[in-house]
């Protein structure tokens, strides 16, 4: 079955179905991490419905966004939803593996690329059913290192690579972009609320950046009564709803 929700009342549609990885927050908060500017190039690897696609096209819709997926339900879903609102001609889904971009693309094509991967090496978590949720959750289809090489090719000299991952793969993240010259440069810690362990890190290497990492102040999901913070409804684009 597949679901259409609305951003916010005048916003994009996104959609998701039964069968694929469900949408939760890590998108969202990982869309308010790249520095958008008008008419950037963005490439998202593992882009599943395009969901991170159209979060950064309601923040800039100037953008022209690429999507990576190699899965076909979920390629069919992400070119019907840009064409349900319009974006056709700048929100492209390819259904391909990540690891064959150099084929498909020239090296340096895109100004940020953008990742929600799989947080878990195959072998460790509890693997969900089916084998498409299963690739979403663990690296049993591309490694993280597979990943990370992918994304410094496609980087224009300059560029960023923005991705979300789990707190405890950090030495792994920091080790492999500095392996593929893209240096580490903003790291920020996701909390659900100010009192617990981050559950969720948002970082961002430059290709060919000089060294130097700045470590940004938390993001806090919910307050102690266990609403959510301005923060999370400026993510989500609440703040703009009447």
Sequence with gaps: MEHWET????????VWADGLFRPGTD???LSSLPRLKRGMRVCDL????GLLGVLL???EPSLSVTGLEQTPYAVELAERCAAVNGLSDRLKSHCMDLRDAPAQ???????????????????????PPGNVRRAARHESACALPELVRA???LL??????????KPERLTDLLCLLREARCEPKRLRFV???ADTAPSLVLLEGRRGGNPGLSVERPLVLRRPDGSPTPELNAIYFRDTES
């Design 156 to 165: 224009r000299w300059g560029g960023a690579f923005c991705l979300a991952h």
């Design 57 to 59: 096209l309601q923040r």
């Design 105 to 127: 693309f020239a090296a340096g094509s895109f100004d940020i690329v953008v990742s929600n991967p799989p947080y878990y090496p195959e072998g460790r978590g509890a693997p």
């Design 46 to 49: 593992g882009s599943g419905t």
């Design 7 to 14: 951003l916010r009342p005048d916003g994009y549609r996104f």
């Design 27 to 29: 998108s969202f908060v």
């Design 151 to 153: 994304a410094a090719y």
């Design 191 to 193: 909390h659900g609320t």
